[in-house]
């Protein structure tokens, strides 16, 4: 079989196979379950890299596709899922529930449709830039990175389920919420910000705040 199957992309593959099967259950309207899915893949991919650097004999060949699957694991779990989610957030709300007939379900999500659509090509593109101009600072130097150049796409396993949260909580205003939370994150995607690559304090309050986000959820299946 053509790839690589050794211990330094298996949580890569993990989050893969979490990412595919959230957005199966956010097709399937079970939003919830889809929500922790996105948090045990973006658990599983703050450690694929350091799992993947233990092993000191790596080739060229494994370290380039051990980047690819990366990126394209990240597109689907940070990118697609993240969007499925939303999509059916939206659609379990008031706002949309409330709409008549067919036609009137089908022509108001579309500015929505478009937002998520934004969304994933804004995510799309961070990736593609960051993966061009990765290679060519690995040229120049062997120094860590200590900043990135626009929102990380991983941003999304903390900000989605935060963002579906404030929905089910606040029904009123959940499209809102909904909206302005994809295209506000979409655009950071694309940012030109400066982002500093969190050390292990930063780390720890991340886990936290992930932490606590899981525990609304649990409230919120309970």
């Known amino acids: 079989m053509i790839g690589f199957y050794d211990y330094t992309v298996i949580a890569t593959y ?73 999509r059916g957030a939206y659609a379990a709300s008031p706002a949309y529930l409330s709409l008549g007939g067919p036609v009137g379900r089908i022509l108001p999500p579309v500015w929505f449709d478009a937002a998520l659509c934004f969304f994933v090509l804004a995510g799309l593109i961070r990736l593609g830039y960051f993966n061009v101009t990765e290679e060519e600072r690995q040229e120049g130097t062997s120094a860590a990175r200590k900043y990135y150049l626009g929102l990380p796409i991983t941003a999304s396993t903390l900000m989605i389920p935060l963002v579906y949260l404030l929905s089910v909580l606040l029904p009123g205003v959940s499209t809102a919420i909904l909206t302005l939370g994809v295209l506000m994150t979409g655009l950071l995607f694309i940012a030109q910000i400066h982002v500093k690559k969190p050390g292990l304090p930063a780390l720890c309050a991340l886990a936290l705040i992930g932490a606590a986000e899981l525990a609304g959820l649990i409230m919120l299946a309970l």
């Open 14 to 86: 993990l989050a893969t196979v979490l990412g595919v099967g959230g957005i199966f259950l956010a097709a399937d309207g079970l939003h919830l379950p889809a929500v922790f899915c996105l948090l045990l893949a973006g658990l599983l991919d703050t450690f694929d890299g350091r799992i993947a650097r233990t092993k000191k004999d790596r080739s060229e060949q494994r370290k380039h596709f051990g980047i690819q699957i990366d990126s394209l694991n990240d597109l689907i779990c940070f990118g697609v899922l993240p969007a499925m989610i939303c």
